[in-house]
């Protein structure tokens, strides 16, 4: 139904930055919100930043003030823009795309991931 492919991810140095794109196709018309997420090896997927349809965004405490999250002109994209990263930054991000059907009942669609790592 929603594809979702990532791309920006690479090597950086610590104080360094980087800027994710995702895009998604299929029935984009169903996406209700977008967002990041990342997952550090041994650790659980964590959410990074999403942004709804109408502008609002939310989003970790530990990425505040260095990421910002924004919708592109065209509907089904969105962007990472990581600033000042550090190497507990690094791990796989994963864009996500939510289509919530009713208040009860939501649908999660996940990109293939984009490889983020912080040397010292």
């Known amino acids: 139904q929603v594809q979702l492919v990532e791309s920006g991810g690479g090597l950086v140095q610590a104080g360094g930055s980087l800027r994710l794109s995702c895009a998604a196709s299929?029935?984009?018309?169903?996406?209700?919100?977008m967002g990041w997420y990342r997952q550090a090896p041994g650790k659980q997927r964590e959410l990074v930043a999403d942004?709804?349809?109408?502008?609002?965004?939310n989003y970790k405490d530990f990425v505040k003030g260095r990421f910002t999250i924004s919708r592109g002109n065209a509907k089904g994209t969105v962007y990472l823009q990581m600033n000042s990263l550090k190497p507990e930054d690094s791990g796989y991000y994963y864009c996500?795309?939510?289509?919530?059907?009713?208040?009860?009942?939501?649908?999660?669609?996940w990109g293939q991931g984009t490889q983020v790592t912080v040397s010292s």
């Open positions: 942004i709804t349809n109408s502008g609002r965004t």
């Open positions: 996500n795309a939510q289509n919530r059907v009713s208040p009860d009942e939501e649908y999660d669609y």
């Open positions: 299929g029935s984009i018309f169903s996406i209700d919100a």
